[in-house]
C-alpha cells in the first residue's frame, strides 16, 4: 500500500521491459506519466487501457533520448498533469539507424554510433534524473532506477557500444546516490541478462542467443519483461528497499555467473 497514489515517471514504455514496469506500478495504484518514441498510437491505447483497468491517472509524452535537454519541458508538462513525482525509471534505449558504428564487432565501431548509445543511455538519465530528483526533493524524497544489462559482465557479439554505457551508466547511479542521498532519494540499477522483446529480436544472432540462454540458466528458460519489472518496483517501494543505494541488482535468470 506504501505505493498508492504516488507517481512513476518513466521513458521508452510502448513496449518490452518498460510497458511491464509501467503495468506493475499501475497494478498497485501507482500514477503513471510515460514517454514514447515512435509509437504514438500505441502509447494512446495503453494510456486508455490503465486508465479503465487499473483507475489510476495515465498520461504519455514524447521524447527522444538521443536529445537529452528535452526532459526538461517534458517533466514541465509532467507538472501540470500530475501533482508529484516519487519514482523515475530511466528505461528508454535506441535501436536502429541511431546505433550504427556503435552496434557492432570492435573494429567497425564509430565514434558517431558510440556518442549515440551513450547520449541515450547515460546523458540521457542524467538529466530526466536531475529533473526528477528536483521535484522529489519537493515532497522529502523518492527513488531512481536505471536499466542496465549483463553485457558488461559477458561478453555479447556487437554489444561494446551499449555495454560500455551501461557500465557508464551504473557508475553515474552511484554518484547520483551519494549526492542525493540527504535528500531522501534512492538512486539504483536493474541489470538484466537477455530479455525477450523488441530489441533482443533486432540482434542478428537473436536465435543463438535464445537458445544459449536456455541452455545456460539453472532455471531453463528466457528472461521476460515481467521478470525484471518486479525488481524495479521492489526498487521503488521504501516498505521494501528503504535502505537500499548505489547498486545495481542483477536479474539474469542465473545465466552470468554460469
Ligand atoms: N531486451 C533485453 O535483452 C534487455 C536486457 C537487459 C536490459 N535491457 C534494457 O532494458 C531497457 C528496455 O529495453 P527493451 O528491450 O524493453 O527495449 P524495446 O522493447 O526495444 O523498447 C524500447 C523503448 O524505447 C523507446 N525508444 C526508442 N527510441 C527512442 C528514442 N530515440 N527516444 C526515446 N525513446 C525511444 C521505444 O519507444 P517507441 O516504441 O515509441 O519507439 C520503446 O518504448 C533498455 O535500457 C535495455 O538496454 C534490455
Redesign the pocket.
Known amino acids: 500500500m506504501s505505493m498508492q497514489g504516488k507517481t512513476l515517471v518513466i ?10 514496469i509501467l503495468y506493475r506500478f499501475a497494478q498497485n495504484g501507482v500514477n503513471v506519466a510515460f ?6 498510437e ?2 494512446a491505447k495503453i494510456a486508455t487501457d490503465i486508465e479503465k483497468t487499473h483507475g489510476v491517472k495515465a498520461k504519455y509524452y514524447r ?4 536529445e537529452p535537454e528535452q526532459y526538461i519541458e517534458l517533466f514541465k508538462q509532467i507538472d501540470n498533469d500530475f501533482e508529484r513525482v516519487d519514482c523515475f525509471v ?7 539507424r ?1 546505433v550504427v558504428g556503435g552496434f557492432a564487432p570492435f573494429m567497425r565501431l564509430k565514434p558517431k554510433g558510440l556518442n549515440n548509445i551513450y547520449t ?2 547515460v546523458l ?1 538519465f542524467v538529466v530526466g534524473a536531475q529533473e526528477a530528483a528536483k521535484r522529489m526533493k519537493l515532497i522529502g524524497g523518492g527513488a531512481i532506477v ?6 558488461n559482465l559477458v561478453y555479447m557479439p556487437n554489444y561494446a557500444g ?1 555495454g560500455n554505457s ?1 557500465n557508464a551508466v551504473e557508475t553515474m547511479v552511484k554518484y547520483a546516490a551519494v549526492d542525493l542521498g540527504e535528500f531522501g532519494i534512492r538512486v539504483n540499477a ?11 529480436k ?1 540482434f542478428p544472432d537473436y536465435a543463438q542467443i535464445k537458445a544459449k540462454v536456455e541452455e545456460q540458466s539453472p532455471l531453463k528458460r528466457m ?1 521476460t ?1 515481467t521478470d ?1 519489472a518486479g525488481a524495479v518496483y521492489f526498487l521503488c517501494d521504501p516498505e521494501q528497499s528503504a535502505w537500499l543505494t548505489g547498486q545495481t541488482i542483477v536479474v539474469d535468470g542465473g545465466t552470468t555467473f554460469k
Open positions: 521513458s521508452g514504455a510502448t513496449r518490452g521491459i518498460g510497458k511491464a514517454t514514447y518514441n515512435k509509437n504514438e500505441e502509447a521524447l527522444d533520448i538521443l530511466s528505461n528508454a534505449i535506441i535501436y536502429g541511431s541515450a543511455t540521457a536505471s536499466l542496465s544489462s549483463t553485457g551499449h551501461k536493474v541489470s538484466g541478462g537477455p530479455i525477450d522483446t523488441d530489441a533482443l533486432a528472461g519483461a525484471l
